[in-house]
């Protein structure tokens, strides 16, 4: 069992940042790839960008170049910086887990709103 708690998003005009941040809580030890996904009004859910155990990142093309991720092991924390935020990014973000035991299964967030205006 893994739980996900989220913090940060908020309003922001289109140029500026933001970072999320996501605090894992239960078995921590069973956690390999953790992430973050996005969906706007009326849009699926789409990934943004996740990181392995092992520190490797992938990032959606929309993002690349300006959306950080990182991971706090010490912490047992997940962050996404967010630089040159566009309207387009305006979405719900959800950070996830990925669990290898007892079975494999994804975790998430509560999803905080990150709005963009411009």
């Known amino acids: 069992q893994v739980r996900l708690v989220e913090s940060g998003g908020g309003l922001v005009q289109a140029g500026g940042s933001l970072r999320l941040s996501c605090a894992a809580s239960?078995?921590?030890?069973?956690?390999?790839?953790m992430g973050w996904y996005r969906q706007a009004p009326g849009n699926q859910r789409e990934l943004v960008a996740v990181?392995?155990?092992?520190?490797?990142?992938n990032y959606a093309d929309s993002v690349k170049g300006r959306f950080t991720i990182s991971r706090d092991y010490a912490k047992n924390t997940v962050y996404l910086q967010m630089n040159i935020l566009k309207f387009d990014d305006t979405a719900v973000y959800y950070c996830?887990?990925?669990?290898?035991?007892?079975?494999?299964?994804?975790?998430w967030g509560q999803g905080p709103q990150v709005t963009v205006s411009s």
């Open positions: 239960g078995d921590i030890f069973s956690i390999n790839t």
């Open positions: 990181i392995s155990r092992g520190g490797a990142t």
């Open positions: 996830s887990a990925d669990q290898r035991s007892p079975n494999p299964s994804r975790y």
